[in-house]
């Protein structure tokens, strides 16, 4: 399994970042997904999820300001987020296998730092 996360960076509060995550070594279109992160000194946090059937799921904190989103013609997961707020700031990974939780498979992560 190979997971490659990008599109991570600083911005300011309020600001709005897009990541991706290309996907290899499974068949990515029959899987469920997930985005998770982890500030540091914290544990690992789900994000958002989707299944092979793309319903999606969030976790209150970011339900209304992300959208999680799937290609599965490009083996991509993405994670649209809006409105980001201080506390958003983490390391993202793109993990595979659950819709709705953390299932210890994660990428090498993109930083995101909301900041002002």
């Known amino acids: 399994v190979q997971l490659v996360e990008s599109g991570g960076g600083l911005v300011h509060p309020g600001g709005s970042l897009r990541l991706s995550c290309v996907a290899s070594g499974f068949q990515f279109s029959n899987v469920a997904l997930s985005w998770v992160r982890q500030a540091p000194g914290k544990e690992i946090e789900w994000v958002a999820g989707i299944t092979d059937e793309e319903n999606t799921y969030y976790a209150d904190s970011v339900q209304g300001r992300f959208i999680i989103s799937r290609d599965n013609a490009k083996n991509t997961l993405a994670l649209q987020m809006n409105s980001l707020k201080t506390e958003d700031t983490a390391k993202y990974y793109c993990?595979?296998?659950?819709?709705?939780?953390?299932?210890?498979?994660r990428g090498q992560g993109t930083q995101v730092t909301v900041s002002s």
């Open positions: 993990a595979p296998y659950c819709a709705l939780r953390y299932c210890n498979v």
